[in-house]
C-alpha cells in the first residue's frame, strides 16, 4: 500500500460514502468491515475501484493508517478501536471528513432522543419547497459525504449521539436539540457521558451560529448551564410557556417572538396532521428554523398542512373488524413509548420487546396502567421486561415469532382496541434494523387482515 493510507472501518451508508469523497478527491484509501458488506455497496467499491476487506480486518494495514474513519455503529469500547487509539492514530467521524471538503455551504443540523427524522424531514421538505438548493444527509440513512459530492447550498442532517462521539471539531450553523432521555445506556457508562456526547452538537459552535433547544426539557437546560456553549444566539421552543424569546404554543397556535418583537402567529396546531406533543416539538423547531431563514410563511404552512406521516413512526397499518393496528416500530427508548402511549386514547395491546438500552421503565407506568390492557413482549430476552410490568399488567404474554405476536394481540383485543406495535428496545435481538422490524410487522398484519375478510374478496 502506498503511503498516507486512509482507512475506512465499515463498509456500510457511510463507509462507502466516504469512500466515494475520498476517491473523488484523489486520497489513498481502503475500505475495512468485520462483517459482510451488503452486495449492492461491494458493486459500488468494485465499479469505483476502492480496495476493500469483509469478514476480519488486516490489522498490520490498518495500524499503519495515517487516519482512521470510523462507522458510527462501531463502539469507541471496540479492542480494535483501542489499539488504533493506543497507535496514536487520529479517528474521525464521516460527517466530519465530509464537512473538511465543504465550502460555503450552510450547514443545519438536528439531535435528540427522538424526533430526529421527523424534523429532519419537515425542514428538508419545507426548504425544497421554497425553491432551495438542499441536501438531507445523515442518519436519516443518507451518507453525508456522498452527498457533498452533489454540492449543495445547504444540508439538513439528522445526526445520532454515536456519529458526534467521533466529532473533533465538527459545526453547523444551526444546531438543534430536541430532547435528552435516557437512551443507550448500554453504550454510554451513565446518562452523563449520554448528555456530553448530544450536546457536542452545541458545543463547536461560533459566536455567529444559532442553538436552537427544547426549553421543556430539564436534561438540557441543566446542560446549557454545565456545558461552554460556543454560539451567542441560543434560542428556545416549548409547548408549556410563553417564551420572551423563541417558539411557543398559545390558543393551540404556534407563536414566534424574536427579541424586542411583537410575537409572529404561525399556524393553528389543530389543522396539522401530525399529532401529539412530540410531532409538536418537532414542528415549533421546524418553524424555527425557517423563520431564522426568512423562508415564507406559505411554504411552511403548505409543507406542514401536507407532511405525510413517516413510516414506522406512529403508521396506521390496518384497522381489521374494529381493531387498529398501529406501527411505531422506530420507538427504540421510553420517551419514544411515552409519547405514543399519551397520544391513543383507545384501550391498547401494547407489543413491546426487543435489546434493551438501559431503559427505566418507570416513567411510563402511569400511561401503561392507565390505557393498556395486555403486553406482549417480542424478543429474546424478555426477563427485565417482565419484572417490570408484572405487578402492573395482569395480561403478560411473551414470544420471540413477530407472527405469534400480531395473532397474539388480536385474540386478546376487542372491536374499539389499538394494537400498538412500539417496542421500546432496538431491533437487533431478531431484526436487522427498525425498519426491517416494522416492515415484518406490517405484513403480518396485512397477512390477519386478508385471513379474516377472505370470504369478502
Known amino acids: 500500500m502506498k503511503k498516507n493510507l486512509i482507512v475506512i472501518l465499515g463498509g456500510g451508508e457511510s463507509g462507502v460514502g466516504a469512500a466515494l469523497l475520498a476517491k473523488k478527491m484523489g486520497l489513498n484509501i481502503f475500505v475495512s468491515d468485520s462483517g459482510i458488506i451488503l452486495q449492492r455497496n461491494k458493486r459500488i467499491l468494485i465499479e469505483n475501484r476502492i480496495p476493500f476487506e469483509e469478514k476480519g480486518h488486516t490489522n498490520s494495514l490498518i495500524f499503519k493508517a495515517k487516519k482512521v474513519i470510523k462507522s458510527p455503529g462501531i463502539s469507541r469500547n471496540n479492542s480494535l478501536i483501542k489499539k488504533i487509539n493506543l497507535f496514536g492514530i487520529p479517528i474521525i467521524s464521516e460527517l466530519e471528513f465530509g464537512k473538511t471538503y465543504l465550502n460555503n455551504s450552510y450547514i443545519i443540523s438536528i439531535t435528540g432522543s427522538n424526533g430526529k427524522t421527523t424534523t429532519t424531514s419537515i425542514v428538508y421538505k419545507i426548504l425544497k419547497k421554497a425553491g432551495l438548493h438542499v441536501g438531507i444527509a445523515g442518519n436519516i440513512g443518507r451518507s453525508f459525504s456522498k452527498e457533498v459530492l452533489k454540492k449543495k447550498d445547504i444540508y439538513v442532517l439528522e445526526i445520532s449521539s454515536f456519529q458526534l462521539d467521533d466529532c473533533l471539531k465538527f459545526r453547523s450553523n444551526i444546531s438543534v436539540l430536541l430532547n435528552i432521555q435516557r437512551d443507550h445506556l448500554n453504550r454510554y457508562n451513565n446518562i452523563e457521558d449520554y448528555t456530553y456526547s448530544k450536546f457536542k452538537i452545541a458545543i463547536h459552535k461560533n459566536k455567529e451560529d444559532i442553538l436552537i433547544y427544547n426549553?421543556?426539557?430539564?436534561?438540557?437546560?441543566?446542560?446549557?448551564?454545565?456545558?461552554?456553549?460556543?454560539?451567542?444566539?441560543?434560542?428556545?421552543?416549548?409547548?408549556?410557556?410563553?417564551?420572551?424569546?423563541?417558539?411557543?404554543?398559545?390558543?393551540?397556535?404556534?407563536?414566534?417572538?424574536?427579541?424586542?418583537?411583537?410575537?409572529?402567529?404561525f399556524l393553528n396546531i389543530e389543522k396539522i396532521p401530525l399529532k401529539g406533543d412530540h410531532n409538536i416539538y418537532n414542528i415549533l423547531a421546524s418553524v424555527l428554523?425557517?423563520?431564522?431563514?426568512?423562508?415564507?410563511?406559505?411554504?411552511?404552512?403548505?409543507?406542514?398542512?401536507?407532511?405525510?406521516?413517516?413510516?414506522?413512526?406512529?403508521?396506521?397499518?390496518?384497522?381489521?373488524?374494529?381493531?387498529?393496528?398501529?406501527?411505531?416500530?422506530?420507538a427504540t427508548n421510553v420517551n419514544a413509548v411515552f409519547y405514543a402511549l399519551k397520544s391513543l386514547s383507545s384501550p391498547i395491546i401494547w407489543i413491546a420487546g426487543g435489546k434493551d438500552k438501559g431503559n427505566d421503565y418507570r416513567e411510563i407506568f402511569y400511561l401503561v396502567k392507565k390505557k393498556v390492557k395486555a403486553i406482549i413482549f417480542l424478543g429474546k430476552k424478555n426477563k427485565k421486561f417482565i419484572n417490570c410490568f408484572q405487578n402492573i399488567i395482569s395480561i403478560i404474554r411473551e414470544t420471540e415469532n413477530i407472527k405469534k405476536a400480531v395473532r397474539m394481540a388480536y385474540i386478546l383485543s376487542i372491536p374499539g382496541d389499538n394494537i400498538l406495535f412500539s417496542p421500546s428496545g432496538s431491533s437487533f435481538d431478531l431484526f436487522k434494523d427498525y425498519k426491517e422490524r416494522g416492515m415484518k410487522f406490517k405484513k403480518e398484519v396485512r397477512k390477519l387482515f386478508y385471513e379474516k375478510n377472505r370470504y369478502f374478496f
Open 215 to 265: 426549553h421543556d426539557d430539564p436534561i438540557i437546560r441543566k446542560g446549557l448551564k454545565k456545558y461552554q456553549i460556543g454560539s451567542n444566539n441560543c434560542i428556545p421552543f416549548s409547548i408549556n410557556e410563553e417564551l420572551y424569546i423563541g417558539a411557543y404554543i398559545k390558543y393551540n397556535n404556534i407563536f414566534i417572538r424574536h427579541k424586542g418583537h411583537q410575537e409572529i402567529c
Open 289 to 330: 428554523i425557517s423563520e431564522i431563514l426568512n423562508i415564507n410563511k406559505k411554504f411552511i404552512k403548505q409543507t406542514l398542512l401536507y407532511f405525510p406521516i413517516l413510516e414506522h413512526r406512529m403508521e396506521k397499518v390496518l384497522n381489521i373488524n374494529g381493531v387498529e393496528f398501529i406501527n411505531d416500530s422506530k
